[in-house]
């Protein structure tokens, strides 16, 4: 079983910076990925940013690139994401997920299959 908490969201004002942490416990295993999304009110989740397939390089949102850092604490088991630079339309949810089949489908997709686990949420508002 895996446990996913997301903190670190809170108020800020444009142009300024916050780190989201997502803390994991459980059965992670190597060939899994984690995954970084949100979700504004009134509209779908989306992904924001993945380590994707191990080995290789990050993936980032088209709206988020040269902003937004993913990384990783593996010895506390702790994936950040950076934000800098917010804007209004970063308002939103953000999620943490673990891609338990990083290895094919569209990773910002969040109905793909093999999301298999989900934090809870953490929120960000920006104004």
């Known amino acids: 079983h895996v446990q996913l908490v997301e903190s670190g969201g809170r108020a800020v004002q444009a142009g300024g910076s916050l780190r989201l942490s997502c803390a994991t416990k459980?059965?992670?295993?190597?060939?899994?990925?984690i995954s970084w999304f949100r979700q504004a009110p009134g509209k779908e989740r989306v992904g924001v940013a993945t380590?994707?397939?191990?080995?290789?390089?990050?993936s980032y949102a088209e709206s988020v690139k040269g902003r937004f850092t993913i990384s990783q604490d593996k010895a506390n088991n702790i994936v950040y994401l950076q934000m800098n630079s917010l804007k209004l339309e970063d308002t939103a949810i953000y999620y943490c997920?673990?891609?338990?089949?990083?290895?094919?489908?569209?990773?910002?997709?969040?109905?793909?299959?093999?999301?298999?686990?989900w934090g809870q949420g953490t929120q960000v508002t920006v104004s």
């Open positions: 997920t673990v891609d338990t089949f990083p290895y094919g489908g569209a990773w910002y997709n969040w109905r793909k299959s093999s999301y298999s686990y």
């Open positions: 459980g059965d992670i295993r190597d060939t899994y990925s």
């Open positions: 380590f994707g397939v191990p080995g290789d390089p990050p």
